[in-house]
Protein backbone atom coordinates (compact mmCIF):
# COMPACT_ATOMS: atom_id res chain seq x y z
CA UNK A 1 0.00 0.00 0.00
CA UNK A 2 2.88 2.12 0.59
CA UNK A 3 4.33 1.70 -2.40
CA UNK A 4 1.15 2.34 -3.78
CA UNK A 5 0.84 5.95 -2.12
CA UNK A 6 4.23 6.73 -3.37
CA UNK A 7 3.95 5.52 -6.96
CA UNK A 8 0.46 7.64 -7.85
CA UNK A 9 1.51 10.80 -7.17
CA UNK A 10 4.98 10.40 -9.15
CA UNK A 11 3.41 8.93 -12.15
CA UNK A 12 0.72 11.58 -12.14
CA UNK A 13 3.49 14.61 -12.14
CA UNK A 14 5.88 12.22 -14.54
CA UNK A 15 3.02 12.58 -16.92
CA UNK A 16 2.69 16.67 -16.69
CA UNK A 17 6.47 17.25 -17.01
CA UNK A 18 6.72 18.31 -21.03
CA UNK A 19 9.77 20.58 -20.78
CA UNK A 20 13.24 18.99 -19.96
CA UNK A 21 14.65 21.07 -17.31
CA UNK A 22 18.47 21.84 -17.70
CA UNK A 23 20.26 19.43 -16.17
CA UNK A 24 17.86 16.95 -17.47
CA UNK A 25 19.11 17.81 -20.94
CA UNK A 26 22.96 17.57 -19.79
CA UNK A 27 22.07 14.47 -17.90
CA UNK A 28 20.50 12.98 -21.51
CA UNK A 29 23.36 14.20 -23.18
CA UNK A 30 25.57 12.30 -20.63
CA UNK A 31 23.63 8.91 -21.42
CA UNK A 32 23.72 9.59 -25.35
CA UNK A 33 27.78 9.79 -24.72
CA UNK A 34 28.10 7.13 -22.77
CA UNK A 35 26.00 4.90 -25.32
CA UNK A 36 27.94 6.03 -28.13
CA UNK A 37 31.33 5.39 -26.18
CA UNK A 38 32.37 8.59 -26.68
CA UNK A 39 31.51 9.64 -22.71
CA UNK A 40 35.42 9.86 -20.74
CA UNK A 41 34.82 8.90 -16.91
CA UNK A 42 38.52 11.08 -16.48
CA UNK A 43 36.98 14.49 -18.39
CA UNK A 44 33.83 13.85 -16.21
CA UNK A 45 32.64 14.59 -12.84
CA UNK A 46 29.49 13.07 -13.71
CA UNK A 47 30.55 10.51 -15.93
CA UNK A 48 29.85 6.92 -15.01
CA UNK A 49 27.20 6.95 -12.60
CA UNK A 50 23.66 4.33 -12.26
CA UNK A 51 21.47 6.84 -13.92
CA UNK A 52 23.66 7.42 -17.23
CA UNK A 53 24.15 3.73 -17.65
CA UNK A 54 20.31 3.02 -17.00
CA UNK A 55 19.63 5.98 -19.20
CA UNK A 56 21.37 4.47 -21.98
CA UNK A 57 20.19 0.68 -21.15
CA UNK A 58 16.33 1.76 -21.57
CA UNK A 59 17.10 3.54 -24.45
CA UNK A 60 18.63 0.89 -26.00
CA UNK A 61 15.40 -1.13 -25.01
CA UNK A 62 13.78 1.13 -27.30
CA UNK A 63 12.16 3.53 -25.21
CA UNK A 64 12.61 7.35 -25.85
CA UNK A 65 15.39 9.04 -24.24
CA UNK A 66 13.22 11.52 -21.78
CA UNK A 67 10.67 8.52 -21.63
CA UNK A 68 13.20 6.32 -19.73
CA UNK A 69 14.66 8.75 -17.89
CA UNK A 70 10.79 9.52 -16.39
CA UNK A 71 10.33 5.91 -15.80
CA UNK A 72 13.59 5.27 -14.27
CA UNK A 73 12.95 8.20 -11.81
CA UNK A 74 9.41 7.39 -10.83
CA UNK A 75 10.70 3.81 -10.15
CA UNK A 76 13.55 4.67 -7.83
CA UNK A 77 11.41 7.40 -6.29
CA UNK A 78 9.07 4.75 -5.33
CA UNK A 79 11.69 2.01 -4.77
CA UNK A 80 12.97 3.95 -1.84
CA UNK A 81 10.08 2.94 0.45
CA UNK A 82 11.61 -0.41 0.62
CA UNK A 83 14.97 0.75 2.10
CA UNK A 84 13.41 3.86 3.94
CA UNK A 85 10.45 1.89 5.51
CA UNK A 86 13.40 -1.66 6.44
CA UNK A 87 15.64 1.13 8.11
CA UNK A 88 13.06 3.03 10.36
CA UNK A 89 11.31 -0.14 10.91
CA UNK A 90 14.26 -1.87 12.60
CA UNK A 91 15.63 0.94 14.09
CA UNK A 92 12.53 2.62 15.57
CA UNK A 93 9.18 1.43 15.53
CA UNK A 94 6.39 -0.71 12.50
CA UNK A 95 4.50 2.82 13.33
CA UNK A 96 6.94 5.02 12.93
CA UNK A 97 7.59 3.51 9.93
CA UNK A 98 4.87 3.74 8.21
CA UNK A 99 4.55 7.56 9.36
CA UNK A 100 8.27 8.07 7.73
CA UNK A 101 6.97 6.45 4.17
CA UNK A 102 3.63 8.15 4.37
CA UNK A 103 5.44 11.65 5.29
CA UNK A 104 8.28 10.60 2.13
CA UNK A 105 5.20 9.31 -0.01
CA UNK A 106 3.41 12.86 -0.41
CA UNK A 107 6.34 15.56 0.29
CA UNK A 108 5.53 17.21 -2.30
CA UNK A 109 9.36 18.93 -3.59
CA UNK A 110 9.78 14.82 -3.77
CA UNK A 111 7.07 14.17 -6.12
CA UNK A 112 7.75 16.93 -7.71
CA UNK A 113 11.59 15.78 -8.17
CA UNK A 114 10.50 12.43 -9.19
CA UNK A 115 8.98 13.28 -12.43
CA UNK A 116 12.19 15.13 -14.02
CA UNK A 117 14.30 14.29 -15.59
CA UNK A 118 17.30 14.62 -13.22
CA UNK A 119 19.50 11.77 -10.59
CA UNK A 120 17.83 12.75 -7.67
CA UNK A 121 15.31 9.96 -7.47
CA UNK A 122 18.37 7.76 -7.97
CA UNK A 123 20.18 8.72 -5.38
CA UNK A 124 17.60 9.14 -2.50
CA UNK A 125 17.50 5.07 -3.49
CA UNK A 126 21.00 4.34 -3.29
CA UNK A 127 20.97 7.19 -0.39
CA UNK A 128 18.21 5.26 1.99
CA UNK A 129 19.79 1.76 0.63
CA UNK A 130 22.62 2.84 2.16
CA UNK A 131 21.30 3.66 5.67
CA UNK A 132 19.59 0.40 5.30
CA UNK A 133 22.53 -1.95 4.90
CA UNK A 134 24.63 -0.20 6.94
CA UNK A 135 21.88 -0.42 9.79
CA UNK A 136 21.66 -4.13 9.51
CA UNK A 137 25.10 -4.45 9.01
CA UNK A 138 25.87 -2.79 12.60
CA UNK A 139 22.92 -4.33 14.02
CA UNK A 140 23.40 -8.13 13.01
CA UNK A 141 27.22 -8.15 11.69
CA UNK A 142 27.02 -9.67 8.33
CA UNK A 143 29.48 -9.25 5.87
CA UNK A 144 26.87 -9.28 2.60
CA UNK A 145 25.06 -6.20 4.12
CA UNK A 146 28.78 -4.37 4.81
CA UNK A 147 29.65 -4.81 1.55
CA UNK A 148 25.90 -3.69 0.52
CA UNK A 149 26.42 -0.57 2.51
CA UNK A 150 29.78 0.37 0.63
CA UNK A 151 28.60 -0.54 -2.69
CA UNK A 152 24.85 1.49 -2.09
CA UNK A 153 27.52 4.56 -0.57
CA UNK A 154 29.54 4.62 -3.01
CA UNK A 155 27.55 4.56 -5.73
CA UNK A 156 25.17 7.38 -3.78
CA UNK A 157 28.46 9.43 -3.58
CA UNK A 158 29.05 8.70 -7.65
CA UNK A 159 25.41 11.09 -8.02
CA UNK A 160 25.45 13.52 -5.26
CA UNK A 161 29.32 13.32 -3.64
CA UNK A 162 28.83 16.22 -1.56
CA UNK A 163 25.50 15.38 0.40
CA UNK A 164 27.24 11.48 1.30
CA UNK A 165 30.65 13.35 2.46
CA UNK A 166 28.40 15.57 4.41
CA UNK A 167 25.74 12.63 5.82
CA UNK A 168 28.87 10.21 6.32
CA UNK A 169 29.40 10.65 10.12
CA UNK A 170 27.82 12.63 13.34
CA UNK A 171 31.24 13.12 14.02
CA UNK A 172 32.27 15.49 11.59
CA UNK A 173 30.15 18.11 12.83
CA UNK A 174 31.00 18.59 16.28
Not at 69 to 80: E, F, M, P, R, Y
Not at 122 to 129: G, N, Y
Not at 130 to 151: I, K, M, N
Request: charged share 15%; net charge positive.
Amino acid sequence: MLMVAAAVPRMVQASRIEVLCPDGAFYITLAQQLEEGRLSVQDSAYGFNVYTLTSALLHRAGLAWETAAKIWGVLCATLVVLPLFGWVRRQFHPTLAVVACCLYAFYPKMIEWSGEVVRESTFWLLFTSTLYFAWRAASEGRLLFFAAAGGAAANAHAHRGGHVAQARSPVHAI
